[in-house]
């Protein structure tokens, strides 16, 4: 059986410095510190004990010195402190600074600018018809659609057998393919409701009004609600490789997990060029733009070659 519980451990880029050490003294026992910090705490109050005494700063009189100190101790206090992720605040300084000219604050996409700014945001270098990304950094990937069976609503022998599962799956990946699963809120997909709607109107032969009445309600019901106002969960799996060899055995790995068993992915669906960039303009374009993107490109799929864009509200005849 998988383990219930499991210990994340020590990051590889720890270093020595990353240690923490508990400063004691008789009964007395400070809060675990990482060398770094203890060695930065140390570093700054002999800088501020040098600048205080062997610069301008000791010529400036008592008030000035006081207040000197006083700032230099609050200024080595905060930036010593640790963040979540148990760095130094003071990283984060070079970042600030890189972001503070408006140049770097801003991206310009029009036409006329130069485009490498925005290219650098989204790291692709194209997408194949067959829906291959190919990125920037040379790697590879495709993306899934997939389907799980995890629930809280479980037997303890379902959960048990879930567990099992995706702790041997993930024993079986290599670490030269990426694993990102990536969950969106979109529309509903309608593009087959809206195909068949359109080989009836097609196979129609009785052209009678309450029948293409019956048809532009159905179609309305599909573009504006439900696959306008009645967004759901979508998730996908994106696969990426540093190369093509190693993409090809992620692949594998997930193709035989698909079709061994269903208990952690029910259903993979490999996507196309269509079907992705669709996903990916929720996070570079928004979804207000993508919803009425889709709703135009489905209502013109759907239009019959002898009606016009004016007839969008009632597109069969």
Excluded at 25 to 47: C, D, H, R, Y
Excluded at 84 to 91: A, D, S, Y
Excluded at 114 to 131: A, L
Excluded at 153 to 164: M, S
Aim: overall charge positive.
């Amino acid at each position: 059986m998988a383990k219930l519980s499991y210990k994340v451990p020590s990051s590889l880029n720890r270093s020595f410095l990353d240690h923490e050490i508990t400063l004691s003294k008789g009964g007395w026992a400070a809060k675990p510190s990482p060398i770094k910090q203890l060695l930065f705490f140390g570093g700054g109050i002999l800088a501020l004990l040098w600048f205080s005494t062997s610069t301008f700063v000791a010529s400036s009189g008592p008030v000035a010195i006081t207040f000197f100190v006083l700032w230099g101790l609050a200024a080595i206090a905060y930036f010593g402190g640790l963040m979540k992720t148990k760095e130094l605040r003071i990283m984060r300084v070079p970042a600030f600074l890189a972001y503070l000219p408006r140049k770097a604050r801003h991206v310009l996409t029009r036409r006329s600018s130069n485009p490498t700014d925005f290219y650098s945001i989204v790291g692709i270098d194209g997408i194949d018809e067959d829906g291959l990304i190919r990125f920037s950094d040379g790697g590879e990937g495709r993306v899934y659609l997939v389907v799980g069976s995890a629930s809280y609503l479980l037997f303890d022998e379902d959960r048990i057998g879930i567990l099992d599962r995706v702790d041997s799956f993930w024993r079986k990946v290599e670490t030269t393919c990426e694993h990102s699963f990536i969950t969106t809120k979109e529309p509903q997909r309608i593009y087959h409701q809206v195909a068949n709607l359109e080989r009836r109107n097609q196979a129609l032969q009785l052209r009678d009004p309450d029948l293409i009445e019956l048809q532009n309600e159905q179609y309305d019901i599909l573009t504006q609600h439900v696959g306008g106002k009645f967004p759901s969960i979508h998730q996908y799996l994106l696969l990426k490789g540093k190369n093509t060899d190693a993409l090809r055995k992620g692949h594998q790995v997930l193709q035989a997990e698909v079709g061994g068993s269903t208990l952690m992915i029910k259903e993979a669906t490999m996507l196309d060029r269509e079907e992705v960039e669709p996903m990916l303009r929720v996070f570079y374009q928004g979804i207000d733009d993508v919803l009425l993107d889709l709703k135009t490109s489905l209502t013109d799929s759907a239009r019959p070659a002898h009606t016009t864009r004016n007839e969008r509200r009632t597109p069969w005849r």
